[in-house]
């Protein structure tokens, strides 16, 4: 069972920048792919982006291409979300979750974070 906690949401400026980080508590963490979620009130569970297992492979949402970045260190059991370029409608929980295969749908992911709260005021 793979636990994942998120930390580093707040509240930011439009135009700011915020860090997300997940820590997992599997030491076979470079076993998973990584995927990024959220989730605005009264809207489903949007993905943002994934990472590949050895972190070669990313890929992203149309919604924040060119301004967010997902990275990961194996070492130490964490993905981050580096979040740019901040819009209101980035407002939203965060959701870090992992798998083994992963992909673009968050059906196809098993373990999933608590989720962590970004709110960007315009």
């Known amino acids: 069972q793979v636990q994942l906690a998120e930390s580093g949401g707040g509240l930011v400026q439009a135009g700011g920048s915020l860090r997300l980080s997940c820590a997992a508590s599997?030491?076979?963490?470079?076993?998973?792919?990584m995927g990024w979620f959220r989730q605005a009130p009264g809207k489903g569970r949007e993905f943002v982006g994934a990472?590949?297992?050895?972190?070669?492979?990313?890929n992203y949402a149309d919604s924040v291409k060119g301004r967010f970045t997902i990275s990961r260190d194996n070492a130490e059991n964490t993905v981050y979300l580096q979040m740019n370029s901040l819009k209101p409608e980035d407002t939203a929980v965060y959701y870090c979750?992992?798998?083994?295969?992963?992909?673009?749908?968050?059906?196809?992911?098993?373990?999933w974070g608590q989720g962590t709260q970004v709110t960007v005021s315009s």
């Open positions: 990472i590949s297992r050895s972190a070669d492979s990313t």
């Open positions: 979750a992992g798998d083994r295969s992963g992909g673009s749908t968050w059906l196809q992911y098993d373990y």
């Open positions: 599997e030491r076979t963490f470079s076993s998973y792919v």
